[in-house]
């Protein structure tokens, strides 16, 4: 795989998006891996602190609602 960016060889592909990046171009972001409920109902999710972002892709901070999968 080709860098997006530049060309060059790519050391990874972007959490968010899937964009191949090589270490000149990386970028790092917090990523949800996982939600989950406690067993008191409590929401608590699973992040990696430092996921590989391209710095294109433009993740959301807010929820999308996705009605089609009712």
Do not use: S
């Amino acid at each position: 795989m080709r860098c997006w960016h530049c060309e060059r060889p790519a050391h990874g592909t972007c959490a968010f998006c899937g964009r191949a990046v090589c270490r000149d171009h990386a970028q790092e972001m917090p990523h949800i891996a996982a939600l989950y409920a406690t067993q008191n109902g409590q929401q608590k999710a699973i992040v990696t602190a430092r996921a590989l972002f391209c710095g294109i892709c433009e993740p959301r901070e807010d929820p999308v609602e996705m009605p089609e999968l009712r």
